[in-house]
């Protein structure tokens, strides 16, 4: 038997039904926010990500699915969303049209992690970029979004984590400061830790490695304290606004997140209802980026956030919300034509769903699929009925049901809605 790949999930209707539902209302929101969704494609150039995520992190290293295409070029599968959609904004020149830009995205990304509940191989993020404006109302914006999405889908127990991690040219020193305070304790770090220490010491602090953390938390420095005063005055007024908008934060200096490209202000959302893989979203600043990458130089922030977390914090990975309005219960073959152009023009006249059996089942189990369809009316043609053309309506919720003539059903349906 040939099975799905490790770390990714079939989808049945069910599963797509509660995605839709919030797909739909993530737009809805987005949009009132001034954000238009953007489509990038899903495999893009290899570089694309070694210089936006950074050559030295676990997502580049040995995350990514890459393979060489036919002409002898490196392709990706995307790991995330950020680095495609400002290279689509630097390939487009946007910058000469527009000030600002604001864009949401939703779809999969792919990252060859050990999958666990809440971490897949292909997973689902939304999330948005701001590409444009380098004042922390626009952080706040965007850090405010991302809270009140969570609380529209009724996530309680949220915990909103900000930290600054100043301008690129303050990272030098703290990294070099990093490195000598944590030198002395090596030979407690396997070698994975050493190389990141080595390569990319800021990496050091998202270790779970709880021994390590302990060695960070009593001797490493704070990025904190290495940060600019104008990136300190930022930062206060995200907060100043964060509080005038009752969003709860905790600032938490060992915050870093994984990924290079951020700069100044970095956050990320918690959820007690997760588990072990507790964050629902993360983002940041990323000033650099856009230059970085051949553009022009434009700040730009953004969050992205786990379609699948989002799901296991509301709770809706096992319900039931199939549905239809109308389910046709007949046994008599010689008027199953007739039966499905019936089905065919309450659709188009009443514009409500309607289903129509076609195991030809018995009465007793088409009934039955109706009640798991959470059907809410059945039109039931009875042999002894159709004597005199008539047809039962049954009420499923409340249970009775009424004799008709087969002419008058839409209209009894007409009266009804
Ligand atoms: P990141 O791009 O690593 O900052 O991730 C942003 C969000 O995407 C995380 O907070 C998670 O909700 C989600 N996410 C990241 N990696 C995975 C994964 N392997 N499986 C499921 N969700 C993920």
Redesign the pocket.
Known sequence: MIKSIKGTKDLLPTDVFNIQDIEKHLVQFLSIHGYGEIRTPIFESTELFARSVGEHTDIVNKEMYTWIDQNGQSLTLRP?MTASVIRAYIQKQIWKSEPISKYFYIGPAF?R?RPQK???RQ?H?FGVESIGSDNPEQDAEVISMAYNIYKMFGIEKLSVNINSLGSIDCRQKYSNDLKESLKKFKNDFNESEIKRLENNPLRILDTKNKKIRKIIEENAPSIFNYISNDDKKHFDMIKKILNELNIPYIHDQGLV???DYYTKTVFEITSDALGAQD????GGRYDNLVENLGGKSVPAIGF???L??LLIAMNLENEENMFTDIYIVNQETQIIPQIMNLADIIRKELGVSVYVDSLRRSMKSQLRHADKLNAKYCIIFDYEKLKTEKVYIKNMNENEQQIIHVEKIISYFEQDS
């Open positions: 995330e990252r992690e809440g971490r897949l997973f993020q997140r994984g990924l964050a629902l979203c993360g992205a956030a786990g699948e977390r």
